[in-house]
């Protein structure tokens, strides 16, 4: 099939219209429709369909699409190999990582690198966790930052650290002077959602229904960060990764420990295949270093004693991801 076909596919889904895909590409409108009824043709079933005024992807066009958005990202991949072989980065570490771990440690860590080795050099690429197993399966990383349990036979996984969801607020809020948020306060209390496919909130509403105790959910976002912002304005409390809640501080917030627990665990992820670089093994050094400095700062603020260091255990298979 046509690779420009399916870059005008993809720009038409970021774009939402034709128009837009053809102000992305730089081409005319009717080169974009070209493509798209040539990819049409060329796939047998119908990609897009016209609602109204509007041209929309069909059910069967947004499964398409996930294949297309993995083809177009791995010809990416291989663009950025051949770039770093010609610039003689030979060392460059690929890096992905889930959204919300990104904000609250992979950013730092990879700062604290580059100013420290300023030879240092890494491409860092957020992925949700269904489009993370396609990149897991074609090894075109040298390291991802994932919450565990995780399993998957061609990678190697660590243990980065440990932690648990905590709840926030604005100050203001009537929990906050609480030693700590309890689910039974969510159906009092207005509750920002993170949506059902978040890993996240999958984990949050077992903690629910562990408790009997539905949540008033009146909000729903995507990422920690938002539902932190949200809650920093005081639109309800808010249940978020910890590094990202750690990250919004300079927001107007309160953390707090929500119950029942729910734990999470930082795990590093390596293609099982790849030898690992000096640049990688630093790369973790500094991931391992942000993530206690992080936790004891977590600790204090909900007054526990600092933690122990994480283990370094390597485990070959996790159990399956929940």
């Known amino acids: 099939m046509n690779y420009r076909a399916y870059e005008a596919l993809h720009a038409f889904v970021e774009g939402g219209s034709v128009a837009q895909a053809a102000l992305r590409l730089h081409r005319t409108q009717p080169q974009i429709s070209r493509l798209l009824a040539q990819l049409e043709e060329e796939a047998g079933f119908e990609i897009l369909r016209k609602t109204g005024r509007r041209l929309e992807l069909t059910d069967d066009g947004r499964a398409f699409y996930q294949h297309v958005y993995g083809l177009l990202r791995a010809q990416d991949a291989v663009a950025d190999y051949a770039e770093d072989m010609r610039q003689g980065r030979r060392d460059r570490v690929r890096v992905l990582a889930a959204n919300h771990i990104i904000d609250g440690l992979a950013l ?5 690198c580059r100013l420290s080795h300023p030879g240092f050099a890494a491409a860092l690429n957020a992925r949700m966790p269904a489009e993370l197993q396609w990149w897991l399966a074609q090894q075109q990383f040298d390291l991802a930052l994932v919450q565990l349990p995780l399993a998957h036979p061609a990678i190697e996984t660590e243990l980065l650290c440990q932690s648990e969801i905590v709840a926030v607020m604005h100050p203001g809020h009537p929990c906050a002077a609480q030693d700590e948020v309890r689910a039974q306060d969510l159906r009092a209390h207005p509750y920002i959602s993170l949506g059902r496919r978040s890993i996240l909130e999958q984990r949050c509403m077992a903690a629910f229904e562990s408790a009997n105790a539905g949540p008033r959910t009146e909000l729903e976002v995507s990422f920690s960060t938002m539902a ?45 295949v790849r030898r690992r670089s000096a640049a990688t093994a630093l790369l973790v050094e500094s991931l391992r270093a942000c993530a ?8 204090d603020i909900l007054g526990d004693a600092p933690p122990a260091p994480a283990p370094r255990t390597r485990r070959k298979r996790g159990a399956t991801a929940g």
């Open 108 to 112: 730092e860590a990879l700062g604290r």
């Open 228 to 272: 932190i912002q949200l809650a920093a304005m005081g639109c309800g409390i808010a249940l978020a990764d910890p590094m990202a809640a750690l990250a919004q501080r300079h927001l107007d917030i309160v953390i707090k420990r929500f119950a029942p627990r729910v734990n999470l665990h930082y795990g590093l992820v390596y293609p099982k």
């Open 292 to 299: 206690q400095e992080k936790l004891a700062r977590l600790d």
